[in-house]
């Protein structure tokens, strides 16, 4: 399968410290994408990594991708409870570059940031 | 404000009935997609669209129907043939694929059990 695998399943944190969540996958890719699911609702996107990038910022998240371990890391500084949330890597996948057209979800981290 | 919007939020499906899920974007998205979310899973694929009057299965497609009449439109029958449909339906809108997969937009979700 494609299909990205977050480690670890569950994540449970205080205040003030950071999250770190794994995601490794099989294929070559041209992007890979975190998201962010609240309870109940939808996905949001939070950030999208090139193959040809190693690292990115947007605020207090921090995405770095190893291509050649097929791996990406997502690290949330400073946690807030307002972060709790389950957590989910996105894969495209490349037939020889051209990509297929869709995602591929791992099954998530779910985070939790105790006041 | 753009946006897509799932409805109903809530949906009951008595035995062999057919029933359908609605989704519209007014994001001016070419691609639309639809996944399953079982309790404490990831998204998987049923259907996905890049453009109008044209959709691909996508990894669990068994009893499920699309149609792509519509750039704004792709609503999602669940038809007596799945025996199995209670879960959480999302549905996502996205840029066509350039160069990788462009970040997705999520609905809120339409929540389908069985009577």
């Known amino acids: 399968s494609q299909q990205g695998e977050e480690d670890p399943q569950a994540l449970s944190i205080q205040e003030g410290e950071n999250a770190t969540m794994n995601c490794s996958y099989k294929t070559s890719i041209n992007n890979l994408q975190w998201y962010r699911q609240n309870s109940g609702r939808g996905l949001v996107h939070l950030i999208l990594i090139r193959s040809n990038e190693r690292e990115k910022h947007s605020g207090r998240l921090r995405v770095t991708l190893d291509t050649s371990k097929k791996s990406s890391s997502l690290l949330i500084t400073a946690s807030r409870a307002a972060d709790t949330a389950s957590y989910f890597c996105a894969t495209d996948a490349t037939d020889r570059g051209s990509t297929l057209g869709r995602l591929y979800f791992g099954r998530g981290t779910q985070l939790t940031v105790w006041p | 404000d753009g946006g897509i919007t799932q409805s109903p939020k809530y949906l009951f499906r008595k035995e062999g009935q057919n029933v359908t899920l609605s989704c519209e974007q007014n994001l001016n998205h070419d691609a639309m997609y639809w996944y399953r979310q079982d309790p404490g899973q990831g998204l998987r694929l049923i259907y996905y669209?890049?453009?109008?009057?044209?959709?691909q299965k996508g990894d669990i497609a068994e009893g499920y129907s699309v149609s792509r009449e519509k750039k704004e439109s792709f609503p999602l029958t669940v038809t007596s043939a799945q025996k199995n449909p209670t879960a959480f339906y999302l549905c996502?809108?996205?840029?066509?694929?350039?160069?990788?997969?462009?970040?997705?937009?999520f609905g809120d979700g339409t929540r389908l059990s069985i009577l």
């Open positions: 996502a809108s996205s840029f066509r694929t350039g160069v990788g997969n462009q970040p997705q937009h």
């Open positions: 669209s890049q453009i109008v009057n044209d959709f």
